[in-house]
């Protein structure tokens, strides 16, 4: 008897051995890193669609690194025609090959669902990384932008480059209210009060009325809104929506009101007709080019803020990268990553975006100021004829202040963003009320970052 149990335990425990010894082999083989024909370290980067600065950015690191070969994955061909739904569909391909375990070595993460992967454990928090890179200058590098990308303490997507989100406003029409305009204070219901005094005057055309905004329809606004205080509406360590709170409520409830107090208008106006522009700086360069294009005397404001809030800047990430926690080559991912944060990457004359770099963004900016205070600056223009401007000196003290106070990200998750605008177009259309629509859009929130 104690034979035959000897036996069976024998065989349990060589099948026991067996089985960890084949989930070993496996654990093994995808740990195994990969190699080209070579013999170079592979390294895969996922992209939506090829992008100029990441295949230039590729060239000069595998200059400076000769045995590792970064391959860019992209959903997207060139020249391949866009569907809609595609961006989706690629979201969806990411989801599942890093839930398998698999996936590319590094994810371009802007319209990912971030949080979702960081609470599945599926990226790399790059924090430590950051940390011990003696290659990154931290003293050059703007760590305050990190700050409202971390997630619960961790800092799972690292941005490359970053967008300001900012106003645009015709100073010589300001200049005509006695209500001082503090931009680094003012609130939406503050926005709509000024503009109420601005726009009883007549526009460019004569009696033409001028608005506050224009060519935006309702539901685009009230998105525009929520991206700027996506933390309001969205608590992205814990995944819960609170569209269903009474200051989602009193937002749609604000927006509306200044549709039908003709403050905001749908449709296209004349540029003079519309007091502030709502836009984004995508280059340095911008920061000239965009408030010139509207207005003789431009000013650059702060966009307005939620009740409660001051003194923020709203950012967008530009290029944004996670790293796998599956990877078999996370320490040559995050060799590619951290050149990326170098002042040979961020030079590149094909990135776009701010740079991450304090020097980088000084030089581009004193470009300008020199070309401005010589004469030689001059606005891009489709016109033959093309214009030059001169820009204050305390312009460049203000955009230079603005780059250093950036503390808020703006969140954008393309499938929220798709909810709010087909759901509110009840409210605003008068069909449903603003606490219907509040918790449908709430619903198909929670449902969709349950998933």
């Known amino acids: 008897m104690k034979k035959q149990i000897l036996i069976v335990g024998t065989c349990i425990l060589m099948t026991v051995t067996t089985a960890c010894d084949a989930v070993g082999s496996r654990e093994a083989a995808l740990k195994e890193t990969p190699k080209s024909k070579e013999g170079k370290t592979i390294v895969t980067l996922s992209l939506l669609s090829i992008d100029a600065f990441y295949d230039a950015a590729e060239k000069k690191f595998e200059e400076k690194y000769p045995n590792i070969d970064i391959q860019l994955k992209t959903f997207k061909q060139p020249g391949e025609k866009w569907n809609e739904g595609d961006d989706e569909k690629y979201v969806n391909t990411t989801n ?7 996936g590319n070595d590094i994810i371009e993460m802007n319209n ?28 050059n590098l703007y760590t305050k932008i990190l700050e409202p990308l971390k997630l619960n303490g961790g800092l799972y997507a690292m941005p490359v480059s970053y967008f300001l ?22 609130t939406w219901k503050q926005f709509e009060e000024i503009s109420q005094k601005l726009i009883q005057k007549p526009g460019t055309k004569g009696k033409e009325p001028r608005y506050g905004l224009a060519d935006n329809p309702p539901e685009t606004m009230l998105q525009e809104v929520v991206v700027d205080s996506s933390t309001a509406f969205v608590d992205l360590p814990t995944q819960k929506a609170k569209f269903d709170s009474p200051a989602f409520v009193d937002t749609m409830k604000q927006i509306k009101k200044m549709y039908d107090d003709k403050v905001a208008t749908a449709k296209p106006v004349e540029i003079g007709n519309q007091l502030f522009y709502s836009t984004v700086l995508f280059n340095p360069v911008d920061f000239v080019d ?42 040559e991912a995050w060799q590619f990553i951290s050149f990326l944060l170098s002042e040979e990457a961020q030079s590149l004359k094909q990135f776009t975006g701010f740079s991450m770099l304090k020097s980088v963004n000084e030089k581009k900016l004193n470009v300008i100021q020199e070309q401005s205070n010589n004469g030689t600056y001059i606005l891009p223009s ?4 093309k214009k030059k401007v001169k820009i204050p000196d305390e312009d460049f003290v203000y955009i230079k202040q603005l780059i250093q106070n950036v503390d808020r990200i703006a969140g954008r998750d393309n499938k929220v963003m798709s909810i709010i605008e087909e759901e509110s177009k009840f409210y605003f259309s008068g069909q449903k009320t603003a606490e219907e629509v509040a918790k449908l859009i709430q619903n198909r929130v929670t449902t969709y970052l349950n998933e």
Request: avoid cysteine.
């Open 96 to 102: 599942t090959s890093l839930l398998s375990g698999k």
């Open 112 to 139: 990912m669902p971030i949080a979702k992967y960081v609470n599945k454990k599926l990226l790399v928090n790059m924090n430590d990384l950051l940390e011990q890179d003696k290659t990154v200058d931290k003293n």
């Open 165 to 186: 989100r900012v106003f645009v406003a015709d100073e010589d029409i300001l200049n005509q209210t006695s209500t001082i305009v503090d931009d680094t204070n003012w």
């Open 290 to 331: 965009i408030p010139y294009y509207y207005f003789s005397n431009p000013k650059l404001m702060q966009k307005p803020h939620a009740e409660g809030k001051s003194g923020q800047i709203t950012m967008s990430t530009g290029y944004q990268l996670g790293l796998n926690a599956n990877s078999p080559v996370q320490k």
């Open 382 to 385: 489709e016109e033959a004829v």
